[in-house]
C-alpha cells in the first residue's frame, strides 16, 4: 500500500489524472482484460459503516494540460507526468529558465519570485535561453573557434602539403601533424562547439516538445503556434543558410570526400529540420546567428595578430 500516490492517463499536452486523498493508504494495480485492453486501478482498506451509520469518501479527478507548476500543486511528483527524457536535469532548468523570460515568474525549489512582467512571447523566450547558453558556453567555446580560424589561417600550407605527397598518404598525414603540432592547432578542435551543445539541444528539443503553453502560442508574422512546424518552411530554409555561411567561415577539410560530405550537411540538417517544432528551429537559428558572431570576432582577432606578426 501507498500514501500520496495517483493514477494518470497522458495524452501528449494534456493528463488525466485520479488522486485520492492524501495520507491515505491506497493499493494500486494493473491488469490485462480478456479483450486485451489494460485496466489500472486502486482501492483503500475495507472500511466498515455500522448500522445506520454513514461514510464518506472521495478523489480529485484532474483533466487538463499538463503544465509542470500546476501539476505539482495538485499531487506529489504528478509533474512527472512530463517527460523530459533521460536528459531531464538539464530540460528542468531550460524550461524554467523559459518560463521566466516568457512570464516574469522564477520557480527555484518550490518557491515563486515574481522578478519583472515577462516578454509575453514564447518564441522571445527561447531567443533569450538561446542568448543564456551562449553567454554559459562562451569561455569553453572560444578554444574551439580559435582552432578553427587557426586551421583557415594555415589552409595554404596544408594544401601544399596534400600536392606535395598526394601518392604517399602516410607521409601527407604525418607532414600534417607535424603542421598541427607546430601552429599549435587542435584539428578535432572545430567539432567541440557542435558536441558541446548538443546535449542542450536534445534537452531543450524535449522541453519544446512537452511544453503545452507552446500549443498555439505565437511568435510573429506566419509563425502563430511554436509546437508545430513552420507552414511555409522559412524557418529550416533560414536555418540551413546560417549553417552554409557558418561553413564557408571555416577552412575546407583537406580530404575531398570528406569536404564534400560536409558540403551537404546544411542541406540535410535543413531536410530533417522541416518537421521540427517552430520554437525548436527558432532555438537553433539564433544559436547559429550568435555563433556566427563569435566566430567572427575571434577569426578577426588572430588575424589581426598574425598580421601584426609578420
Known amino acids: 500500500a501507498h500514501t500520496n500516490g495517483w493514477i494518470a492517463m497522458i495524452q501528449h499536452y494534456f493528463v488525466s489524472a485520479w488522486v485520492p486523498p492524501r495520507d491515505v493508504e491506497y493499493q494500486y494495480f494493473t491488469k490485462r482484460a ?80 515574481d ?46 602539403i596534400r600536392d606535395r605527397y598526394k601518392t604517399d598518404k602516410q607521409a601527407q598525414s604525418k607532414a600534417m601533424m607535424e603542421l598541427y603540432q607546430k601552429e599549435k592547432i587542435n584539428p578535432l578542435g572545430g567539432c567541440l562547439p557542435i558536441l558541446i551543445q548538443m546535449p542542450v539541444f536534445i534537452a531543450l528539443y524535449w522541453a519544446l516538445m512537452e511544453s503545452v503553453e507552446l500549443r498555439h502560442a505565437p511568435f510573429a508574422l506566419w509563425i502563430k503556434d511554436l509546437s508545430v ?5 522559412i524557418l529550416p530554409l533560414l536555418m540551413g ?41 527558432i532555438y537553433w537559428v539564433s544559436n547559429n546567428v550568435l555563433s556566427i558572431a563569435q566566430q567572427w570576432v575571434i577569426t578577426r582577432q588572430i588575424e589581426h595578430a598574425a598580421a601584426n606578426s609578420n
Request: glycine share 8%; hydrophobic share 50%.
Open 115 to 160: 522578478v519583472f512582467g515577462g516578454f509575453n512571447n514564447w518564441g522571445v523566450a527561447i531567443i533569450m535561453l538561446t542568448v543564456v547558453v551562449k553567454l554559459l558556453f562562451f569561455r569553453l567555446s572560444a578554444p574551439s573557434y580559435r582552432s578553427m580560424a587557426n586551421m583557415r589561417r594555415v589552409q595554404p600550407k596544408l594544401l601544399a
Open 34 to 113: 480478456n479483450n486485451g485492453l489494460n485496466i489500472i486501478g486502486m482501492y483503500s482498506h475495507p472500511v466498515v459503516v455500522p448500522p445506520g451509520g454513514s461514510e464518506t469518501t472521495g478523489a480529485l479527478f484532474y483533466a487538463g494540460p499538463k503544465n509542470q507548476y500546476r501539476l505539482a500543486e495538485i499531487a506529489e511528483h504528478l509533474d512527472l507526468t512530463i517527460d523530459y527524457g533521460w536528459l531531464w536535469m538539464l530540460a528542468q532548468p531550460l524550461y524554467a529558465l523559459l518560463y521566466f523570460f516568457a512570464t516574469g515568474e522564477l520557480h527555484v525549489f518550490g518557491k515563486v519570485f
Open 229 to 233: 512546424m513552420d507552414p511555409y518552411f
Open 241 to 281: 543558410a546560417t549553417m552554409f555561411f557558418q561553413q564557408k567561415m571555416n577552412p575546407a577539410p583537406p580530404d575531398p570526400m570528406q569536404a564534400k560530405v560536409m558540403q551537404w550537411m546544411p542541406v540535410i540538417f535543413t531536410f530533417f529540420f522541416l518537421w521540427f517544432p517552430a520554437g525548436l528551429v
